[in-house]
């Protein structure tokens, strides 16, 4: 099996935007410890069935995580495939920054040249 690990621009915007509310955030967290109802997700948030229900749809939205039908419950986990290709292309980012850090203190180690003295004025 071949994995994808170059994420489109698209894909880019839904998985940050996917990952801009702690509530989502926790959810993907709790579908990596394991799968969970819909249900049960819902009942540890001081909010409505259906808005948890929306922040699971925004998580699948962007591919990080899965749904599932069991009878008439939906069952939600984890992507690992993605979290990974979102991994990777915020570890390239990392690489981007810490290559102009590092050339940035190349800079401030070498050894500054004299500047000319400045020259007398002609009478």
């Known amino acids: 099996m071949v994995v994808q690990m170059e994420l489109s621009d698209e894909e880019i915007d839904r998985v940050f935007h996917a990952l ?8 993907l967290r709790r579908t990596i410890e394991g799968e969970h109802s819909v249900s ?19 998580l ?16 939600v986990r984890a992507d690992p495939a993605m979290i990974a290709r979102a991994r990777a292309l915020l570890a390239r980012y990392e690489e981007l920054w810490r290559s102009r850090i590092d050339r940035l203190d190349a800079i401030l180690a070498e050894p500054r040249k004299p500047e000319p003295a400045p020259s007398e004025p002609a009478d």
């Not at 049960?40 to 925004?58: E, I, P, R």
């Not at 962007?62 to 069952?75: D, M, P």
């Open 40 to 58: 049960a997700l819902a009942g540890d948030y001081d909010m409505s069935f259906a808005a948890v229900q929306k922040h699971v749809a925004v």
């Open 20 to 27: 801009a509310a702690a509530t989502r955030r926790d959810i």
């Open 60 to 75: 699948e939205a962007a591919g990080l995580i899965i749904k599932r039908a069991e009878g008439r419950e939906r069952l």
